[in-house]
């Protein structure tokens, strides 16, 4: 018989959305950067994509320069009412989004009004579905005259930084709920700095170690106590990756591949921030299984050669070729009991175009989360990745990872089916526990 497993009455049933990916007409680092190398990025999809195992039906789009423009994107900046209404049809009860940097502060020092007011608008709408809010402040994207600046490493990023998320909590802050300072500082720093494919696009170790481990840590904790000075009882944390690292043949040596991999991609960063943290905020996507010998690509080169490595006849992989593995959720779960703070899920997806696998995957990472909180796991909320199908990043609009299709020749938006179970999951508030350990 399997045991039903029933959340807490306040558990945050939500999904998420970046303002670069979603809203349109950006003007930031990332859409300056798009323009200049969209046709770069589209005569190297074939390199870098033909291992995936829908490529032949999305090789048309990912061979376009216009797939990597994120130009309208989906319009979410003018018809966030109408997707606020989706997501309630879906049958959730948060809402994780991010504000746009530089359409606030588009010049160092000079906030524009208007787009205030339009952040204002969009929160007090959200509310008034009795929705939660979950408000990112950064997603990434830089303003241009502080990418001008050598972005991150502009001496006064820090200052500017605290500046505005001080803004946010003034103007903003009663209509916030959960805080999130910055999302995935890792992937940020090892994309653009480590293996230097995304802006700026400059490889640099030592500027690596000194962004990760010093600037943002540092950067994090200086928001947090800025914005308590404005908001004492506000709940913050930051997003960070977690992934599941699983020791091939469970060997001395890559059991201890894995200890370090941990250690260094999370324990060293998590020490620097975990006492300005109210709970901790976790993006999961997938997997990762290490082996001796794959040391080298797993830290220095794309995650996108990893493709190469697919075995679809013994697993399930996503259309962007991430392992879907719902127990990893679990797992990383269960590692986060020993920073003893609340977690809540802010990111957790796949890209599935035809909607084949989202609604096993949802059901069974479910299933997982619940036995890690049965197991005494403390978790407050699950954020599905992504609310609607949007643009992502250097891969442009080609991976659809949205519980909402949109059409983007008519801005049409079209719940998926897989969407309703997850809905049906959230309204009923319960689901059963797994009843048997998946060890694929």
């Not at 970046?18 to 999809?45: F, M, P, Y």
């Not at 032949?56 to 797939?67: F, G, I, M, T, V």
């Not at 500046?163 to 890792?186: C, H, M, Q, S």
């Not at 599905?384 to 299709?405: M, R, T, V």
Request: charged share 25%; aromatic share 16%; hydrophobic share 40%.
């Amino acid at each position: 018989m399997q045991k039903i497993y029933r959340f807490p009455t306040n558990f945050l049933w939500g999904a998420s959305t970046a303002a670069h990916q979603i809203e349109g007409d950006c003007t930031n680092d990332w859409s300056v950067w798009e323009k200049k190398n969209a046709q770069r990025l589209a005569k190297q999809a074939i390199r870098i994509y033909r291992h995936l195992p829908k490529w032949d039906r999305l090789k048309e789009q990912a061979q376009n320069p216009a797939n990597y423009i994120s130009g309208k994107s989906i319009d979410g900046y003018n018809r966030y009412r109408e997707d606020m209404n989706l997501l309630k049809d879906i049958g959730l009860n948060s809402y994780r989004f991010s504000i746009e940097w530089s359409r606030i502060e588009p010049e160092e020092g000079a906030y524009d009004e208007k787009e205030i007011q339009h952040y204002l608008e969009q929160l007090e709408y959200i509310k008034s579905k009795g929705i939660a809010t979950v408000v990112t402040i950064w997603h990434w994207t830089i303003p241009t005259w502080l990418a001008n600046k050598k972005g991150v490493l502009y001496p006064n990023f820090q200052k500017s930084f605290v500046a505005f998320a001080t803004l946010l909590a003034k103007r903003l802050g009663k209509y916030v709920d959960y805080w999130i300072t910055l999302n995935e500082p890792d992937v940020y720093t090892m994309q653009s700095y480590l293996q230097g494919f995304r802006p700026p696009r400059k490889k640099n170790f030592l500027k690596t170690l000194y962004i990760y481990f010093i600037l943002l840590p540092n950067v994090h904790n200086e928001t947090y106590d800025a914005i308590k000075e404005v908001l004492p009882k506000s709940k913050i944390s930051l997003s960070k990756q977690f992934v599941g690292y699983t020791a091939i043949g469970n060997t001395f040596e890559n059991r201890l591949i894995v200890l370090l991999a941990q250690f260094f991609t999370n324990d060293l960063f998590m020490n620097r921030v975990k006492s300005h943290l109210d709970f901790v905020g976790i993006n999961h996507y997938f997997t990762t299984r290490i082996n001796l010998f794959r040391v080298k690509t797993l830290l220095f080169k794309s995650a996108l050669n990893e493709f190469k490595y697919l075995d679809p006849q013994n697993r399930i992989y996503s259309d962007f070729g991430w392992e879907l593995y719902p127990k990893s959720l679990y797992l990383a779960l269960k590692d986060l009991r020993k920073y003893k703070l609340p977690v809540m899920i802010t990111e957790h997806g796949l890209a599935d175009s035809e909607d084949i696998y989202r609604k096993w995957f949802i059901k069974d990472s479910l299933k997982y989360l619940a036995k890690a909180m049965n197991e005494g796991v403390n978790v407050i909320g699950y954020h599905h990745w992504s609310l609607l199908d949007n643009f992502e990043w250097d891969q442009g609009f080609w991976p659809q990872f949205g519980l909402i299709a949109v059409n983007r020749k008519t801005m049409e938006r079209k719940i998926r089916k897989s969407a309703f179970t997850y809905g049906n999951i959230a309204r009923k508030n319960t689901i059963n526990l797994p009843e048997h350990e998946d060890e694929k």
